[in-house]
């Protein structure tokens, strides 16, 4: 064991996904709870072993949730929503509010920070009602001691000011002041919850307690924020969350802290502060404030968000700046740094050792998920004092640097993308006139009716479709009759569209499996894994590609199903892309080129694509960027410029098209509010968004921003399995025309509706059609179409009550 390293936490699925199919059995009502937990229970057991095999010397305890952890310490605490209140408390109260009971819909979810993980948001409701319950908790942690011994046993306690920070007014409703309050009060309820059980965990014999509070990261943001940190903790012994008999670290993560929260975290009474020296730039702040000698430096080296092995020279370049930066007040500097994931490893893949030729692929023996990061944080530790020796990174590191130069020696010159990323010029990011002059040229070769209806491109994904591309994929199916295959479900689209009458057409996305994967596939310059899942939020886990050299794309990839698609209607069909910003975001990025230049390189890609879609007949292309948001940076200051940089990329991706070429794109999952002059930057011809807020205020925005571009805001929630009667759209459709003129929307549903049956999909498509009809009629505008339109029978779809899922 190392004594001067720690990890804060690891992947919670297990080396097969083991908690998801569990899970999932447990929900089905297939497995037992009993059942489920002991699965739990040996996934948290090999975690431990993995970390104490490996050597490190404190290792997390209580990460291991069977949700989301945000989730687990709302139920810990009985934050619990009135709606779900009446539920014993425990795990099946926590499913609950994760996933819905009847009558008792479940809590948002949304991003963790800027990671592609999901936390379950708590809901803070007047008065403030709490029920403290750490029974499951405190069990983890006595079966973590029971394992690993007190001494090695670090309870990772989720900071009470990030959870009130990510939390919400339960009354959507409510104005910034009152959640401020709110939040205030939950403050003020928890904080002697938290003071409580840090001293049981004392009792328990613990030596350090993990405080995670990564929203330290967030102080610059708010002063409400730096304010509650300063009432959670103060720099006197009286605190009641410092005073227990336990060391305690306090661990953040994400970014750098920023010198206003490093001067006053410093100041603290506890004894280990863990920073994350990955992303922003703590080493300046600890060269530029000093270090107290009275505490251990968590030093998050060892990238806990990427797939990437350390890399030898960057690292021991690291240490030996941040020793010496601490050298002068402590003279024994090396001995206080303590080597740690900048983050919980819960954002990379378990194993890399059953990835077969991955490292081949990539080229070079250069990744490392959670086991392989638990490796480095040891050999890093016990590396320290060689490092402040002197010691050359090459002689310490032999084998891994040696695999980083042959890395490094394979991504050069394999394609001619750097030669075209330097011949870029200003019209390289513009398109070729200004959207008055392309919408008229559009609609001069378009001719579309006024309010024209469309969709965001997947159509479902049938049990049939799904085993369609597994037989593919396995080789029990040839291309030809793949093909064959894909061309019917083609068709069969296109043949609902044109009797549904819709305008603009889709092909179905029937031969993809995920809007990233499928583009990633055909790149060069991207990697797959087999088993290299990473949890999204609850069950449900992703498997970023990994980019690993030059992007391009060496043929066409989307060219064939539109032609099979355009050649069977009249109607336009819409090429369908996935955007540079989303391919980038929902992947893991290579580290050695800046993420701004990889986007530019996908962007490439991507207007290759434009031009050859555009080559075969398109004249409607869209850009999907639903990500784009999403990469926004954690500190204010670093917004504008990933702004600039990301929507660059998407004009770079789209400027090749011609005037006459409308481009669309759309965006889910998305607060315009903070971006608007980023989307109008953009300059899609139509943007398809969202549009979940059922006042309006979404279009509000838009309209006060002056925002001249076709917008198709969502008409209804794909999400959900309830058919939206006509009434409902038209409603919805006729408030959107009091807020934009006519010439300006596009109707559609707000996202894809890939996750949707067939029956969801007709039902709804149709009243959406007939819905633009009615408003089309009752303001006078022509149906300019002008084509006889068959409405599939089935009168049931048109109501509202939900059709069965397939
Ligand atoms: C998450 S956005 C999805 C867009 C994609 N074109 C689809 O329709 O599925
Ligand atoms: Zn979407």
């Keep these: 064991?190392?004594?001067?390293?720690?990890?804060?936490?690891?992947?919670?699925?297990?080396?097969?996904?083991?908690?998801?199919?569990?899970?999932?059995?447990?929900?089905?009502?297939?497995?037992?709870?009993?059942s489920m937990l002991a699965i739990a229970r040996d996934v948290e057991q090999q975690a431990w072993g993995i970390q104490m095999d490996a050597g490190v010397g404190l290792i997390s305890a209580g990460d291991h949730c069977l949700y989301d952890n945000m989730l687990a310490w709302t139920e810990y605490l009985g934050a619990v929503p009135k709606r779900h209140a009446h539920l014993a408390p425990g795990n099946e109260r926590m499913f609950a509010m994760a996933r819905g009971i009847d009558n008792a819909p479940a809590l948002d979810m949304t991003k963790f920070f800027d990671t592609n993980y999901h936390y379950e948001v708590p809901e803070l409701e007047t008065p403030v009602a709490l029920q403290p319950n750490f029974a499951n908790y405190l069990e983890t942690i006595s079966r973590g001691i029971a394992k690993m011994g007190a001494d090695r046993t670090a309870p990772v306690v989720l900071g009470p000011v990030t959870w009130v920070h990510l939390a919400r007014h339960a009354n959507a409703e409510a104005s910034e002041e009152a959640t401020t309050a709110l939040k205030d009060q939950y403050l003020d309820a928890i904080l002697p919850v938290y003071a409580a059980l840090i001293g049981k965990l004392?009792?328990?014999?613990?030596?350090?307690?993990?405080?995670?509070?990564?929203?330290?990261?967030?102080?610059?943001?708010?002063?409400?924020?730096?304010?509650?940190?300063?009432?959670?903790?103060?720099?006197?012994?009286?605190?009641?969350?410092?005073?227990?008999?336990?060391?305690?670290?306090?661990?953040?993560f994400f970014e750098d802290v920023g010198a206003e929260a490093y001067q006053w975290v410093t100041a603290l009474p506890v004894s280990a502060i863990s920073l994350d020296f990955t992303r922003?730039?703590?080493?300046?702040?600890?060269?530029?404030?000093?270090?107290?000698?009275?505490?251990?430096?968590?030093?998050?080296i060892i990238d806990g968000r990427s797939p990437w092995a350390m890399e030898p020279a960057k690292v021991v370049s690291l240490v030996r700046e941040v020793a010496s930066a601490i050298m002068p007040a402590n003279p024994n500097g090396s001995d206080n740094i303590r080597v740690q994931a900048s983050c919980n490893l819960q954002f990379v893949p378990w194993d890399v050792t059953c990835e077969g030729d991955l490292a081949e692929k990539v080229g070079g023996d250069v990744l490392a998920f959670a086991v392989q990061k638990v490796q480095e944080i040891v050999a890093l530790a016990e590396a320290v004092p060689k490092i402040t020796a002197g010691k050359e990174a090459k002689d310490i590191f032999p084998v891994l640097d040696k695999a980083w130069k042959a890395f490094s020696a394979s991504v050069t010159d394999n394609t001619n993308t750097a030669k075209r990323l330097a011949g870029l010029t200003e019209a390289s990011f513009s398109r070729p006139a200004p959207f008055k002059e392309r919408v008229a040229a559009q609609q001069k070769s378009l001719k579309l009716p006024v309010l024209p209806t469309t969709t965001i491109g997947?159509?479902?994904?049938?049990?049939?479709?799904r085993k369609l591309r597994r037989e593919f994929k396995s080789g029990a199916l040839s291309a030809e009759d793949y093909e064959r295959a894909i061309d019917q479900q083609i068709s069969y689209a296109i043949g609902i569209q044109e009797a549904l009458g819709l305008d603009i057409l889709v092909h179905g996305e029937a031969e993809r499996t995920d809007m990233v994967e499928f583009f990633g596939q055909q790149f060069q310059g991207f990697a797959f894994t087999s088993n290299g899942w990473v949890q999204s939020y609850g069950s449900r886990c992703v498997r970023p590609p990994i980019i690993h050299g030059d992007v391009s794309r060496p043929t066409a990839m989307t060219t064939r199903e539109f032609k099979v698609a355009q050649e069977l209607t009249l109607r336009p069909v819409k090429g369908m892309l996935t955007g540079p910003v989303t391919?980038?975001?929902?992947?893991?990025?290579?580290?050695?080129?800046?993420?701004?230049?990889?986007?530019?390189?996908?962007?490439?890609?991507?207007?290759?694509?434009?031009?050859?879609?555009?080559?075969?007949?398109?004249?409607?292309?869209?850009?999907?960027?639903?990500?784009?948001?999403?990469?926004?940076?954690?500190?204010?200051?670093k917004k504008a410029d990933y702004l600039k940089w990301a929507t660059d990329s998407f004009l770079l991706s789209t400027a090749i098209a011609k005037p006459e070429t409308s481009i669309h794109t759309h965006m889910c999952y998305c607060d315009f509010g903070d971006c608007m002059e980023a989307i109008d930057r953009l300059d899609a011809d139509v943007n398809s968004i969202e549009n979940a807020r059922s006042d309006n205020t979404t279009l509000q925005s838009f309209k006060e921003f002056n925002y001249k571009k076709g917008l198709g805001p969502g008409l209804y929630d794909i999400h959900s399995p309830v058919v939206p009667p006509v009434s409902t759209l038209q409603d919805k459709l006729e408030g959107f025309l009091k807020v934009l003129p006519k010439e300006q929307l596009v109707c559609n549903?707000?996202?894809?509706?890939?996750?949707?049956?067939?029956?969801?999909?007709?039902?709804?498509?149709?009243?959406?059609?007939?819905?633009?009809?009615?408003?089309?009629?009752?303001?006078?505008?022509?149906?300019?179409?002008?084509?006889?339109?068959?409405?599939?029978?089935?009168g049931h779809a048109a109501c509202c009550t939900p059709v069965a899922a397939h």
């Design 1 to 34: 064991m190392v004594s001067n390293s720690g990890a804060l936490g690891f992947p919670r699925m297990g080396p097969n996904r083991e908690m998801k199919f569990a899970l999932e059995k447990h929900w089905r009502g297939k497995m037992d709870e009993a």
């Design 202 to 252: 004392a009792a328990m014999g613990v030596q350090e307690v993990q405080l995670h509070e990564p929203a330290l990261v967030m102080w610059d943001s708010s002063k409400t924020l730096a304010a509650m940190f300063k009432k959670a903790y103060f720099a006197n012994k009286a605190c009641p969350m410092l005073s227990a008999d336990v060391k305690v670290n306090l661990v953040t």
């Design 280 to 300: 922003g730039d703590s080493l300046k702040l600890v060269k530029g404030y000093g270090f107290p000698k009275d505490k251990v430096l968590g030093a998050g």
């Design 458 to 465: 997947s159509f479902p994904q049938t049990a049939a479709v």
């Design 583 to 637: 391919i980038l975001n929902w992947s893991f990025p290579r580290l050695d080129v800046s993420r701004k230049e990889q986007a530019f390189q996908i962007a490439l890609a991507i207007s290759d694509e434009v031009a050859d879609l555009e080559a075969a007949g398109c004249k409607v292309i869209q850009v999907d960027e639903p990500a784009l948001r999403e990469g926004l940076p954690l500190k204010p200051l």
């Design 749 to 794: 549903p707000d996202c894809g509706l890939k996750t949707r049956t067939w029956p969801q999909v007709l039902g709804a498509l149709r009243n959406l059609v007939e819905a633009t009809r009615n408003v089309r009629t009752l303001n006078g505008i022509s149906d300019a179409s002008g084509q006889a339109v068959t409405v599939p029978s089935g």
